[in-house]
């Protein structure tokens, strides 16, 4: 699963800014209980001694009436009521977890613990849905075979959410003799549906349990089987009915075993109505028509998967399709006016199912896959197995109207989902606590795809600056986690879908290829999918492999290297030190805030098993590697190079930190002739000197100096890291004295790379259109003139005759327009991307309207934002991310934030990212006591719900470590910019 926008917004962006609540119900069989309270009365009606004594009769009568009554009733208490006419009970409400604590359950019963007990073994599921997209309902059935691994009396299985009738809930033997059920409850803590057998089930033999009857609400909150809507164009509203579920909202579909190493098959039924398209994982095996003119659809059974990979939409779409030479079908769906925006994702599909098939050696194993654009979902996109789903602006490209970056943005999440085929659907984790497993290998592998595809884009450069430097910045906190977390709680699950799974899973296997080598890493992974084929590993299974992979060729247990990178959190700076012929390397964990957590606490001490890479400007192309395990060890590196480069095209994950002489060194050369280091090396240098820095373990002069060379810099890699770094201290001292001799800075030096490079939009490769965007968008916000004339004569002759703005261009253009501009040309701007079709000109529309310099204009964006009828859910944290462009932007969004906490705290509770991506937005950058305080206090009074409290906790450690370098450093920044321009009418 592509977890989220975050990224996606990092791709663009950086173009161009380079508690009163009832506790749950105890759940040990009782959960029908009800505590009242009695108070005294201070007011009201009296009573006479008589009328007490009638009343206290007919209070008698009653007790005795309804004694009797459960007596005829069998003296039991279940959840479930005996009528046939109200025959059916709804699981307590687990959409708004309480703040009050969860009764603890007694350890010792079967359904105390978060996992499933290892007893039971699903092995087919017979699912029938039945969607009403009028009454946003849907009905079900379901019946389960299940392998009995242990003697048990109870069936455990999960359930959110469902209404189910559970007179029509049976369990029947392999001969098809019905079972008693004793009883049946519902654990909330656990989400478990339990039924409680009369006699023990039998270990080895074959168990039937049917669910005849169910219903669940077809609600708008993008998880389980949700519903989504969208505008025809004659103005008239649809709907569709679409699934999410990943990681644990099977549940909310049908009961189910939602666990991913609980593999089954899976026959799906959906009954629809006649106008709609229903798809599933699998082919349509048979249609026919039912009672009320409905078309009752059954697919093909699907491959042996886990319940997250199960997929529903029901939807009126077209689509485009090919077959693959191997008989594959592939489809692409949108909705009828994006149907000429799915061409590019065809062609891609087909390429990439070919490229996997060949660098796995092994085909896709279902015979068609759909890849649909639905207008809501949560993640970017979602790789269930043969029916692959996708936001808009995730698969949808018009190369007409899109820029490249969209191509590239598709591509990549594309890429990242058919690679889940093989990692992930073939072979899956075992459970959620090696989630990164599945998203950082698909991360990794997505870059293999596109480097196959496209060459000339050079994306392994590119992973650096989009990827593997921005989550450095969240590992560098004493909040983060290592990638490899015990899971131990339900809502820890959804937690951990963040960058750090991702994002640095992703990083760390870039270093395994790294020093493993091409062959021998995708030899592995062959090897792997091949042994776990339809089946699950743990993380060590999968080093086991690669070790063997390997050890014909090195004395390498990849295992115990690993583990100090997936099983700790936070990564090592290195510092080099020359001492004669030898050189000293020191590690030590890397921090932007103090931690006064012992290393104690760690078994690995925050000591890494470091692949040390290493050359020379004159070898810079041969890489030389040391192991590096101790906190300190010296080496004889045998260089004859007055300059050494280390972390060689940054292949690992770690910060360098030169002696001062070498520091001086390479500035030297970078100033004479920066292209005798490599455009990743150079960008590592800019980004380490400046994470460096803003560690406090390098004096801001260093990377300030480096800076200067970017005058001669070409280089779209070393320019994004510049301008992701520079802008942290822009951010920084945009309140302070020294932030005009910032912007004179930046306005020199993007200046005069703006003259030399032009804006032939349109041309050139990839890099040099990247550049061409981000320097443009650089200018116009540091008011170089001519290029406000280039973005203001763009506006005027598309508003005034209609000329189409160059689409790379669009964003500054229209940007430009609302940053200079009235109300009249913000309400333009939002009408039209109201009704735009192309969804890549929609979001640059309302990127744009951000950079209004009229506040109320900015408070209205706010609340339109969170508005359904305006603004889509999905879209609410793109245009909370939006806000950070300006100083008086990024002041609003806060004080938003602050004043309706409570509000998008509830709202946004229960959504996967949304929450947590606008926290971290709005306070990433905040830098002063005051707000640090209010914010601790907003969250202390309400806590931030499920995937948001480590959002909080990040954010919250990001303000403190801002607030630290406001100390440190402005004074240092502020006497360097003194300098230079004091000097720049000299250069």
Known sequence: MSSSKDKENSVENSLINGKNSTAPVSSQKHAGDTAVAIRRPTGGIYITRVQCIVLAAVIVAVVVLVGVLVGLLGQR?????????????????????????????????????????????????????????????????????????????????????????????????????????MDQ??????????????????????????????????????????????????????????????????????????E???????????????????????????????????????????????????????????????????????????LADTFDQTAFALEFAIRTYQFFTDFFGLPEVVPKTDHVAVPDFSAGAMENWGLVLYRQTSLLYDPQASPLSTKYWVALVMAHEIAHTWFGNMATM????????????????????????????????????????????????????PVSTPINDPHDIERYFDRISYDKGMAVLRMLKGFLGKYHFQQGLQEYVSQYKFDNAEMSEIWQVFSKTVQNNYSLHVGNVMDTWTRQMGFPVVTVTKQGKLHKLTQRRFLLVEDQTSTTDNPYGYIWHIPFTYTSPEQIHQAKVVWFKNSS?????????????????????????????????????????HTVFSPSNRAGFIHDAFMLARGGLLDYTVPLNISMYLRYERGYVPWNAFLREIKYVEYMLSNSDAYGKVEA???DLVKHVYQQIGMAAGSGTLHERYLRRMILGQACRLRVQIAVDYAQGMYRNFKENGVKIPADHALIVYSNAVYEGDQEVWDFLWNRSRHTKVVSEKKDLMNALAYSQKSWLLWRYLHWATDKTKVRTQDVKDVFGFFRHTTQSRSIVLQYLMRHWKQLNDRYREDLFLLRDIIFETTRLVNDEYSLLELEELYERNPPAGLASNAAKNGIALIRSNIKWMKMNERVIADWMETYVGTRDDM
């Open 633 to 673: 060890a010296s080496y004889d590196l045998h260089m004859t190079s007055d300059i050494l480069v280390c972390n060689v095209n940054y292949t690992g994950f770690y910060l360098v930190n030169y002696d001062r002489e070498m520091w001086r060194r390479i500035t030297e050369q970078l100033h004479t002739d």
């Open 260 to 334: 991913p190493d609980l593999k089954a098959n899976f026959s799906v039924t959906i009954e629809h109505a006649p106008d709609l398209t229903a798809l599933s994982n699998m082919p349509v095996k048979s249609s026919t028509k039912v009672s009320g003119g409905w078309i009752r659809d059954e697919y093909d059974t699907t491959p042996i998967m886990s319940t997250y990979l199960l997929a529903f939409v029901v939807a009126d779409l077209s689509h485009r399709e090919s077959t693959m030479p191997s008989g594959l079908k592939v489809r692409v769906w949108g």
């Open 745 to 747: 800075f930046l306005h």
């Open 77 to 181: 208490h279940c959840l479930a009521t005996l009528s046939n006419t109200v025959s059916s009970y709804k699981e307590p409400n687990t959409d708004k977890p309480t703040l009050t604590p969860k009764p603890t359950l007694d350890p010792k019963l079967p359904w105390a613990n978060i996992r499933l007990p290892q007893k039971l073994s699903p092995s087919f599921y017979r699912l029938k849905l039945r969607t009403d997209l009028d009454t946003f309902v849907f009905h079900g059935s379901v019946k389960i075979k299940m392998k009995v691994l242990q003697e048990t009396s109870y069936i455990i299985l999960h359930s959110v959410g469902l209404k189910i009738t559970t007179s029509k809930v049976s369990v029947r033997s392999s001969d098809d003799e019905v079972l008693p059920i």
């Open 430 to 481: 075992r459970w959620w606590d090696d989630l990164w497993l599945n998203e950082g290998f698909a991360s990794t592998l997505m870059y293999f795809a596109l480097e196959n595809s496209y060459p000339d884009w050079k994306v392994f450069d590119l992973q650096i600056i989009d990827d593997i430097f921005p989550v450095m910045i969240r590992d560098a906190l004493p909040t983060s986690h």
């Open 185 to 258: 409850f519902y654990v909330p803590e656990n989400q478990f549906h339990v039924l409680q057998m009369k006699k023990k089930l039998i270990k080895q033999r074959t168990y039937f349990v049917y669910f005849e009857e169910f219903l669940g609400e077809l609600k708008d909150d993008l998880r389980g089987l949700y519903r989504s809507s969208y505008k025809t164009p004659s103005g008239e509203t649809k709907f569709i009915a679409v699934s999410q579920l990943q990681a644990v909202d099977a549940r909310r579909v049908f009961p189910c075993f939602d």
